[in-house]
């Protein structure tokens, strides 16, 4: 429920308002907010209506995820599968063994890449579907085993430059003139394995580093941590919001990135801070736990 219930809130109340700032930059309506907020009741899908998951998509993914995961993880639970699982994060908790993980991710890209383009809409998009439901699933099975976070400690170096490397080529062959593949060739091949590699030796370098030098917990981490989830619901809106009137001033544009970087900033801090965080239902609607009561220690049980 912390993924749904968020996920809808932000479909009905505050992705709409991207909506309208979009339409009122492009001429297509000269109306208040107020006015135009209806048109979501309508249930029309974007873009034809206002009806739209924008940025939240991975949410929606990953419910959809979870979902279908579900039963497997319940499987897990026999001793027998439990005991496999274990065997099978030890064997991947080895720099060498871990880059085989890449295979079924390249495969992917050469059989669903061009056929089903990413979307972000769910239906009809096999592509990004399989290939992230692959990963969450790694994270299931090999997430756990503190041998696979060791080795990711150990080797992030060795991982982040190999990715580097592949990232270096992408930008030069293919995204730097936005000059991807268009059909299965040698250079599609090649962007398939280079993308898929970076993605993943990336992900352990930053498993590598995050084991170094972010395994503690203070304050501001735990502050923090909470307000990851409000702040990725909110912050496209406002930066759209912002951005609509920012970017009409006549000023240099480091100007204007640096004034709606901080108008943003300041406006999801004091959203989150004063009207989120203090209230039960406002953490319910935005994916937080509800806050722990503290327990009031009779005077008698102190003496």
């Given at each position: ?6 996920l ?9 308002m ?19 907020y ?48 274990e065997?099978i ?16 991710l ?13 979307q ?9 579907f399989?290939?992230?439901?692959t ?27 190999i ?6 080529a ?6 730097w ?36 030098h972010l ?27 912002f ?12 100007i ?5 970087v ?42």
């Amino acid at each position: 429920m912390r993924l749904f219930i968020p996920l809808l809130f932000a479909m009905f109340f505050t992705i709409p308002m991207q909506v309208y700032f979009e339409r009122l930059q492009k001429g297509q309506i000269n109306i208040s907010y107020t006015d135009f907020y209806p048109t979501v009741w309508e249930l029309t899908p974007y873009p034809e209506g206002t009806l739209t998951w924008s940025h939240m998509w991975f949410v929606v993914y990953l419910f959809v995820f979870c979902m279908l995961l579900l039963p497997v993880f319940g499987l897990f639970k026999i001793k027998f599968l439990q005991q496999s699982k274990e065997k099978i994060a030890a064997i991947f908790s080895h720099p060498v063994t871990a880059l085989f993980l890449v295979i079924p991710l390249c495969a992917y890209y050469f059989t669903l890449y061009l056929k089903y383009p990413e979307q972000q809409s769910l239906l009809d998009d096999w592509f990004l579907f399989v290939f992230s439901l692959t990963l969450l699933f790694y994270g299931y099975i090999i997430g756990g085993s503190s041998r696979f976070w060791n080795m990711c400690e150990k080797y992030r170096f060795y991982f982040l430059g190999i990715a580097a490397c592949c990232v270096v080529a992408l930008f030069y062959g293919y995204w730097w003139q936005m000059n991807l593949p268009k059909q299965q060739d040698n250079r599609f091949y090649t962007y398939g394995i280079l993308n898929s590699t970076h993605i993943w030796l990336l992900m352990m370098s930053i498993l590598g580093f995050a084991k170094k030098h972010l395994n503690f917990s203070n304050r501001f981490l735990r502050y923090a941590n909470q307000a990851v989830y409000p702040f990725y619901i909110l912050h496209q809106t406002l930066i759209v919001a912002f951005g609509y009137y920012v970017v009409q001033w006549q000023a240099p544009i480091f100007i204007k990135l640096v004034v709606l970087v901080i108008l943003c900033f300041l406006g999801l801090f004091i959203i989150y801070n004063w009207l989120i965080r203090p209230f039960m239902l406002t953490r319910c609607l935005f994916g937080l736990k509800p806050k722990e009561k503290k327990l009031k220690v009779p005077l008698q049980l102190v003496m």
